[in-house]
C-alpha cells in the first residue's frame, strides 16, 4: 500500500506555531502511518509540480542541483503529450519539437553524470539548435513558451530585427545571454541550460539586391555564429553601468577582479520566421528536379506544404550563411490553420483566448459563456483574416469591446455570447440594456453553461490516463467534477486544475496525520470522504485541511461519547459523514444501544 503525497503548504497554521518544510510533513505523515498500518505502508512524493519560476528538479526529479540539468529525465512522448493538450494541429512540429529539445536536455544530463569532471563533450558536438519556420498566429511562440515552463528552464526572447552586429549601434546579440542570468535569479548554472528564442529570423537573410557589407543581416548572422555553438559570454559589458558598478564594489570588497561569464554550450537556440518568399525557392528547385510543383505561386498565397521540402540549399539561397544554417540542423514546418482548426482551439479548454476573456469579464464581477455556434461564427471571422490564432483575439475584441465596456456599469452578472451577439453586437447590446428577452437569455444560458461543463468533464475523460501517469491517482467520474469546478472556478487551464485538486487532496490527508497526536480515538477519511471536502472547500473557499480540521472537531465529542460508552475507537469517516456529521453520530449511537442489547457483536464504522 502507497500513499502519494506532494509538498504541501499546510491550510491551517495557527495551530502549532512553526510551519514545517515538506521532510518533516513526510516525518510525520509517516510515523502516523507507521503507528496505524506497521511497514505495510510507506510514503512517496511523486507530486512536485513545476511553477514558472521554478526549475522542477530535486534529487529524484527532472533537472539537477543548482539549476543543472543533471538529472533531468523525461521522455518525449510526456512533453509531446503535455503539448497536445494545449497546442491544436501541428502534429509534426509537437512530435519533432518535443524529441529534440527532450533529447538536448538529456544528453546534457548523461553527460554530466558519465562524463569525468574537468573533461569535454568533445571538439564539433552538434547542438540540436532548431529552426521553425511557419505563418503568424500559428503557435510558434507559444509551443517554446509551453515548453519552457514545462521544463522549468529559463527562457528569453528576442526580435531578430532588433539587433545589429556587434561594434555597431544596437542590441547586442549576446543581451539574450545576459538576459537569461537575469531570468534564472542570478544563478549560472540555471542559465547555462536555459533557452532563447528569436523570433523574425527571416528578417536577417540578406538581401539578394544589396552590393557590400549588409550591417544589419548578415552581420547579425556572424554575430549569433559563437553563440549558438559554444562561447564564453562575459556579464559585464561596458555600455552597461551596473554591472561597472557593481564590478567596482566587488573590488573594493575583496581586492580581486571577479570575472562572471556564461558558457552557452548547452543552451538551446531555436529560431522562428514566416519565410513567405521561401516556397518560390523550393518551387523553382522541385521543377528544376522534375518534382512537379507547376502552378504559380501566388505571392499572397504561400504554399505552406511546398515548405515542407525545404533544404539547407534553399536557405542558402533565400539569404542565410552557410556557417549559420549549419548551426540550425533541426528544421520544423508549421502548419496553417482553416476555419475548423481555429474551431477546435476554441473549444480545448486549455486555450488561452477564452480563458483570457473569462477573466476580463470576472474583473467586473460578470461569468460569460459562448453557445457553439458563436463560437464557429468566431472562427469564421478569424479564418477570413488569415492571421492565424491571433485573428480569433482580434474578432473576439471586435464583437466583446461593447460588451466589456457597457455590461459593467449595469445590474449584469451573466453574460451569454450568442451567434445574435456576434453577426449583430449594437443591436444585441441594446436588447441586452432594455432587458428584453430576459428569461430566454437566462434558458439559454444555463444550456451552455451545462454544455460548457459537459464538455471539460468529456475532455479530462480523454486525457485522464496521461492525469493518472503523471500523479498516480486514479481519475473517476467523481474527481472529474471536482477538477471541472475547479477549473471554472479559478479560471485555469486543466492541469492547472488537476495540480490544485491534489494540493487539496494532500492538505486533508496532512490534517488527518495529525489526528493521531490530538484525539483519543483513530479516524481517518475514505476516498468517498475527502472529496466530499473538497467539493465544500471549492463551494466555500475555504482551505481543505481547515475544513477537515473543523470536521473533526465537531465529531470529537460524539466519537468521544460512542468509544467511551461502546468501546468502539476506530472510525472510518465517509461521505455521508462529511455532508451529514450529525445523522453519522446518531447512527454511532444507535449502534451504541445494538452493542449494548448484544454485547457479543462487534461494530465497526
Same mark, same amino acid.
Given at each position: 500500500?502507497?500513499?502519494?503525497?506532494?509538498?504541501?503548504?499546510?491550510?491551517?497554521?495557527?495551530?502549532?506555531?512553526?510551519?514545517?518544510?515538506?521532510?518533516?510533513?513526510?516525518?510525520?505523515?509517516?510515523?502516523?502511518?507507521?503507528?496505524? #498500518?506497521?511497514?505495510?505502508?510507506?510514503?512517496?512524493?511523486? $507530486?512536485?509540480?513545476?511553477?514558472?519560476?521554478?526549475?522542477?528538479?530535486?534529487?529524484?526529479?527532472?533537472?539537477?542541483?543548482?539549476?543543472?540539468?543533471?538529472? *533531468?529525465?523525461? +521522455?518525449?512522448?510526456?512533453?509531446?503529450?503535455? +503539448?497536445?493538450?494545449?497546442?491544436?494541429?501541428?502534429?509534426?512540429?509537437?512530435?519533432?519539437?518535443?524529441?529534440?529539445?527532450?533529447?538536448?536536455?538529456?544528453?546534457?544530463?548523461?553527460?554530466?553524470?558519465?562524463?569525468?569532471?574537468?573533461?569535454?563533450?568533445?571538439?564539433?558536438?552538434?547542438?540540436?539548435?532548431?529552426?521553425?519556420?511557419?505563418?503568424?498566429?500559428?503557435?510558434?511562440?507559444?509551443?517554446?513558451?509551453?515548453?519552457?515552463?514545462? +521544463?522549468?528552464?529559463?527562457?528569453?526572447?528576442?526580435?531578430?530585427?532588433?539587433?545589429?552586429?556587434?561594434? #555597431?549601434?544596437?542590441?547586442?546579440?549576446?543581451?539574450?545571454?545576459?538576459?537569461?542570468?537575469?531570468?534564472?535569479?542570478?544563478?549560472?548554472?540555471?542559465?547555462?541550460?536555459?533557452?532563447?528564442? %528569436? &523570433?523574425?529570423?527571416?528578417? @536577417?537573410?540578406?538581401?539578394?539586391? @544589396?552590393?557590400?557589407? &549588409?550591417?544589419?543581416?548578415?552581420?547579425?548572422?556572424?554575430?549569433?555564429?559563437?553563440?549558438?555553438?559554444?562561447?564564453?559570454?562575459?556579464?559585464?559589458?561596458?555600455?552597461?553601468?551596473?554591472?561597472?558598478?557593481?564590478?567596482?564594489?566587488?573590488?573594493?570588497?575583496?581586492?580581486?577582479?571577479?570575472? /562572471?561569464?556564461?558558457?552557452?554550450?548547452?543552451?538551446?537556440?531555436?529560431?522562428?520566421?514566416? =519565410?513567405?518568399?521561401?516556397?518560390?525557392?523550393?518551387?523553382? /528547385?522541385?521543377?528544376?528536379?522534375?518534382?512537379?510543383?507547376?502552378?504559380?505561386?501566388?505571392?499572397?498565397?504561400?504554399?505552406?506544404? %511546398?515548405?515542407?521540402?525545404?533544404?539547407?540549399?534553399?536557405?542558402?539561397? *533565400?539569404? *542565410?550563411?552557410?556557417?549559420?544554417?549549419?548551426?540550425?540542423?533541426?528544421?520544423?514546418v508549421f502548419d496553417e490553420l482553416n476555419k475548423d482548426d481555429l474551431m477546435e482551439i476554441l473549444k480545448n479548454p486549455n486555450n488561452p483566448i477564452?480563458?483570457?476573456?473569462?477573466?476580463?469579464? /470576472?474583473?467586473?464581477?460578470?461569468?460569460?459563456? $459562448?453557445?457553439?455556434?458563436?463560437?464557429?461564427?468566431?472562427?469564421?471571422?478569424?479564418?477570413?483574416?488569415?492571421?492565424?490564432?491571433?485573428?480569433?483575439?482580434?474578432?473576439?475584441?471586435?464583437?466583446?469591446?461593447? $460588451?466589456?465596456?457597457?455590461?459593467p456599469s449595469m445590474d449584469v452578472k451573466k453574460f451569454l455570447v450568442t451567434p445574435e451577439v456576434v453577426d449583430h453586437p449594437d443591436a444585441e447590446?441594446? !436588447?441586452?440594456?432594455?432587458?428584453?428577452?430576459?428569461?430566454?437569455?437566462?434558458?439559454?444560458?444555463?444550456?451552455?453553461?451545462?454544455?460548457?461543463?459537459?464538455?471539460?468533464?468529456?475532455?479530462?475523460?480523454?486525457?485522464?490516463?496521461?492525469?493518472?501517469?503523471?500523479?498516480?491517482?486514479?481519475?473517476?467520474?467523481?474527481?472529474?467534477?471536482?477538477?471541472?469546478? +475547479?477549473?471554472?472556478?479559478?479560471?485555469?487551464?486543466?492541469?492547472?486544475?488537476?495540480?490544485? =485538486?491534489?494540493?487539496?487532496?494532500?492538505?486533508? /490527508?496532512?490534517?488527518?496525520?495529525?489526528?493521531?497526536? !490530538?484525539?483519543?480515538?483513530?479516524?481517518?477519511?475514505?476516498?468517498?470522504?475527502?472529496?466530499?471536502?473538497?467539493?465544500?472547500?471549492?463551494?466555500?473557499?475555504?482551505?481543505?485541511?481547515?475544513?477537515?480540521?473543523?470536521?473533526?472537531?465537531?465529531?470529537?465529542?460524539?466519537?468521544?461519547?460512542? !468509544?467511551?460508552?461502546?468501546?468502539?475507537?476506530? *472510525?472510518?469517516?465517509?461521505?455521508?459523514?462529511?455532508?451529514?456529521?450529525?445523522? #453519522?453520530?446518531?447512527?454511532?449511537? !444507535?449502534?451504541?444501544?445494538?452493542?449494548?442489547?448484544?454485547?457479543?457483536?462487534?461494530?465497526?464504522?
Open positions: 500500500m502507497t500513499i502519494h503525497d506532494k509538498e504541501i503548504t499546510p491550510a491551517n497554521d495557527s495551530v502549532g506555531g512553526k510551519i514545517p518544510n515538506q521532510k518533516e510533513l513526510e516525518k510525520e505523515l509517516s510515523d502516523y502511518l507507521s503507528k496505524k #498500518y506497521g511497514n505495510r505502508v510507506k510514503v512517496v512524493s511523486p $507530486f512536485v509540480f513545476p511553477k514558472k519560476e521554478e526549475m522542477p528538479v530535486d534529487d529524484s526529479g527532472k533537472g539537477g542541483e543548482g539549476g543543472s540539468a543533471s538529472s *533531468f529525465d523525461m +521522455l518525449p512522448r510526456e512533453l509531446e503529450a503535455f +503539448l497536445d493538450s494545449f497546442v491544436v494541429k501541428q502534429n509534426d512540429a509537437k512530435a519533432v519539437l518535443a524529441t529534440k529539445v527532450c533529447t538536448h536536455f538529456n544528453r546534457i544530463s548523461h553527460t554530466s553524470r558519465y562524463m569525468p569532471k574537468g573533461k569535454s563533450a568533445g571538439v564539433g558536438m552538434i547542438k540540436n539548435n532548431v529552426l521553425m519556420i511557419g505563418p503568424t498566429g500559428v503557435g510558434k511562440t507559444y509551443i517554446i513558451k509551453l515548453i519552457a515552463q514545462k +521544463l522549468g528552464v529559463p527562457f528569453v526572447k528576442g526580435d531578430a530585427t532588433k539587433f545589429s552586429e556587434t561594434g #555597431y549601434v544596437g542590441a547586442d546579440v549576446e543581451d539574450l545571454i545576459r538576459d537569461l542570468v537575469y531570468e534564472a535569479d542570478d544563478d549560472m548554472k540555471l542559465a547555462e541550460n536555459g533557452i532563447v528564442y %528569436i &523570433d523574425e529570423i527571416d528578417k @536577417i537573410a540578406s538581401s539578394r539586391n @544589396i552590393i557590400g557589407h &549588409d550591417v544589419s543581416r548578415t552581420g547579425v548572422q556572424r554575430a549569433l555564429l559563437k553563440p549558438m555553438e559554444e562561447t564564453d559570454v562575459d556579464l559585464k559589458v561596458p555600455h552597461d553601468p551596473i554591472s561597472q558598478i557593481q564590478a567596482i564594489e566587488q573590488y573594493r570588497k575583496t581586492g580581486k577582479r571577479e570575472k /562572471r561569464v556564461v558558457n552557452t554550450r548547452n543552451i538551446l537556440f531555436i529560431m522562428s520566421g514566416a =519565410f513567405g518568399e521561401l516556397a518560390e525557392i523550393i518551387k523553382k /528547385r522541385l521543377q528544376r528536379q522534375g518534382l512537379g510543383f507547376e502552378a504559380e505561386v501566388m505571392p499572397t498565397e504561400v504554399p505552406w506544404e %511546398i515548405l515542407k521540402e525545404v533544404t539547407a540549399q534553399d536557405l542558402t539561397e *533565400f539569404g *542565410f550563411e552557410s556557417e549559420f544554417v549549419g548551426r540550425l540542423p533541426v528544421v520544423v477564452i480563458l483570457s476573456k473569462r477573466l476580463d469579464f /470576472r474583473a467586473y464581477g460578470i461569468e460569460v459563456k $459562448f453557445e457553439q455556434e458563436a463560437l464557429m461564427k468566431i472562427a469564421e471571422m478569424a479564418a477570413v483574416e488569415k492571421t492565424g490564432a491571433r485573428g480569433l483575439v482580434s474578432v473576439m475584441e471586435k464583437v466583446l469591446i461593447q $460588451f466589456e465596456k457597457q455590461l447590446l441594446e !436588447k441586452l440594456i432594455r432587458d428584453t428577452d430576459g428569461r430566454e437569455r437566462e434558458a439559454r444560458y444555463q444550456r451552455a453553461e451545462a454544455e460548457e461543463f459537459r464538455n471539460i468533464k468529456a475532455y479530462i475523460g480523454d486525457t485522464a490516463v496521461d492525469l493518472l501517469k503523471r500523479t498516480g491517482f486514479e481519475i473517476y467520474e467523481r474527481r472529474m467534477d471536482l477538477i471541472a469546478r +475547479l477549473y471554472l472556478k479559478n479560471v485555469s487551464d486543466i492541469n492547472t486544475a488537476a495540480e490544485d =485538486f491534489i494540493e487539496m487532496y494532500s492538505q486533508v /490527508r496532512l490534517e488527518e496525520a495529525s489526528f493521531a497526536d !490530538k484525539l483519543d480515538v483513530k479516524l481517518s477519511f475514505d476516498e468517498t470522504a475527502v472529496d466530499e471536502i473538497i467539493l465544500q472547500a471549492i463551494d466555500t473557499g475555504e482551505p481543505a485541511g481547515a475544513l477537515a480540521g473543523k470536521l473533526v472537531k465537531k465529531l470529537e465529542y460524539g466519537l468521544n461519547l460512542v !468509544k467511551d460508552r461502546a468501546g468502539i475507537d476506530t *472510525f472510518a469517516i465517509d461521505a455521508d459523514a462529511v455532508s451529514d456529521m450529525e445523522g #453519522y453520530i446518531n447512527r454511532m449511537i !444507535k449502534q451504541y444501544y445494538r452493542h449494548e442489547q448484544n454485547p457479543d457483536e462487534v461494530h465497526s464504522s
